[in-house]
């Protein structure tokens, strides 16, 4: 089993676009319909194929991390402002 972590970056038509996280220069794109969770823009997921089939795991804490170091840095770059 291949393990990999991504960053969910958008969705095209139907299909969602994964960037490789950290360094998001790899993305790969599953069909909308191959997704059995519910995802949205930013989430952060292990991606495993198994028996050609996708599985992936939602990563709640990790997302949540980095959603508030996001906004810790909106909130610092509107003080310069």
């Given at each position: 089993?291949?393990?990999?972590?991504?960053?969910?970056?958008?969705?095209?038509?139907?299909?969602?676009?994964?960037?490789?996280?950290?360094?998001?220069t790899?993305?790969?794109?599953?069909?909308?319909?191959?997704?059995?969770?519910s995802?949205?823009?930013?989430?952060?997921?292990?991606?495993?194929?198994?028996?050609?089939?996708?599985?992936?795991?939602?990563?709640?804490?990790?997302t949540?991390?980095?959603?508030?170091?996001?906004?810790?840095?909106?909130?610092?770059?509107?003080?310069?402002?």
């Open positions: 089993m291949n393990l990999n972590k991504y960053t969910l970056d958008r969705f095209e038509g139907d299909f969602a676009v994964f960037l490789k996280y950290p360094n998001e790899e993305s790969l794109q599953i069909h909308c319909s191959d997704l059995k969770a995802l949205n823009q930013g989430d952060i997921v292990n991606i495993s194929v198994i028996q050609d089939k996708y599985e992936i795991e939602l990563l709640s804490e990790q949540m991390d980095q959603k508030e170091r996001i906004s810790q840095l909106l909130k610092q770059l509107k003080k310069r402002n």
